[in-house]
């Protein structure tokens, strides 16, 4: 069985920003708060961009950089919780955006963990044989699940987009995505809900955090040991964008002296399963992870559930 690999990233943010200024404008709420216990200083909301122009902008770049045409993409997963539309899903629509022919092409929701597990099954399947070069895509229109009156969410969740171009690894390369480490807590599945026909998100916040805050670590370590890999050794950790606290907190605990951490959501909010390749993307662009360095990325929420894996850069 040979493993995949990311080839190229890509991301997409729309141009409309709003500061903790202008919110503070809309909902009963101030610079200071959002900054001490959350760390978000400004987040992209789309305007007339659907969430299907949002997966295929950052879909689009990852493609231009992988050197890749879509004639060579044979499967498009798609991570996404805002998909408004049941059929076509969004995978087969940015497919036919972008011109790719006969793709296996299917969404998943795994709300803010969606990344690593639609990325762990792309994996899975080019090592069973049954694809060779997909893309792995996480995009989130939050917007549209945001209660604007709501404070507790209204300063949080934003809109973006990441893609992974992933490819087989030619026979005896060491294999560039890690093995998963996947689960949820279903029992625990009322603690970050969007529910109803025009669905409004809302969530247990301190209970979420102290949940994210002393078991994800344990977890990030175990995805490190089935990649073979001491956390010592990371060169980045990428979690979920969902707080600052969250990340510094699951950080520290890792034991990761040498990795950079990401930490997009002063810039970008929580976008969910758009927020690992998001933040993976920029730290890339912008140099501050090279080619080969060991990433672990790991994603948690909604569910709630759990994914993450040590991945190779491009
Ligand atoms: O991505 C999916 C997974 N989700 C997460 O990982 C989220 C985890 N949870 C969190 O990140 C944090 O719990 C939040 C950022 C959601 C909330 O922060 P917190 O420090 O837990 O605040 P809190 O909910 O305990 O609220 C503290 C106070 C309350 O006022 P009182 O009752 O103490 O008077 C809230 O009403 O802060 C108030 N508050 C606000 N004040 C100003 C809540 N939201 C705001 C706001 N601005 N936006």
Redesign the pocket.
């Known amino acids: 069985m040979t493993g995949s690999r990311i080839v190229a990233l890509g991301h997409y943010q729309p141009p409309k920003v709003l500061t903790n200024d202008d919110l503070a404008l809309v909902v009963?709420?101030?610079d200071e708060?959002?900054r001490s216990?959350?760390g978000i200083r400004q987040r992209h909301i789309a305007e007339g961009e659907t969430l299907v122009d949002l997966a295929t902008e950052a879909a689009q770049k990852a493609l231009a950089a992988s050197g890749r045409t879509a004639a060579e993409i044979d499967l498009v997963v798609v991570a996404t919780c805002t998909a408004v539309e049941r059929s076509p899903n969004t995978a087969c629509a940015v497919a036919a955006r972008l011109g790719i022919s006969s793709p296996a092409a299917y969404d998943i929701n795994t709300v803010?963990s969606g990344f690593s597990y639609a990325l762990a099954t792309a994996d899975h399947a080019i090592r069973a044989g049954a694809a060779r070069t997909a893309l792995v895509i996480g995009a989130e229109r939050m917007s549209d699940t945001i209660d604007w009156a709501d404070?507790?969410t209204a300063?949080?969740f934003a809109d973006g987009a990441g893609a992974a171009v992933v490819e087989a690894q030619p026979e005896g390369a060491e294999p560039g995505i890690g093995p998963v480490l996947w689960g949820s807590e279903p029992e625990r599945s009322d603690a970050?809900v969007i529910t109803g026909w025009k669905p409004v998100i809302s969530?247990q916040?301190?209970s979420?955090?102290r949940w994210?805050t002393t078991r994800i670590a344990p977890l990030a370590r175990q995805a490190c040991e089935k990649a073979g890999i001491e956390p010592s050794e990371l060169k980045g950790f990428v979690a979920?964008q969902?707080?600052l606290r969250?990340i510094d907190a699951i950080a520290g605990k890792l034991g990761a002296p040498d990795a950079v951490i990401a930490r997009d959501v002063v810039d970008s909010g929580?976008t969910?399963a758009a927020s690992i390749p998001l933040a993976l993307s920029k730290l890339v662009e912008r140099g501050e992870l090279t080619t080969g360095d060991p990433v672990l990325l790991f994603g948690f929420?909604?569910g709630l559930a759990y994914a993450g894996q040590v991945v190779r850069c491009p």
């Open positions: 009963d709420t101030d708060w959002i216990r959350v803010c404070r507790s300063v949080i970050v969530q916040g301190q979420v955090f994210a979920h969902a707080n969250i929580n969910s929420g909604g």
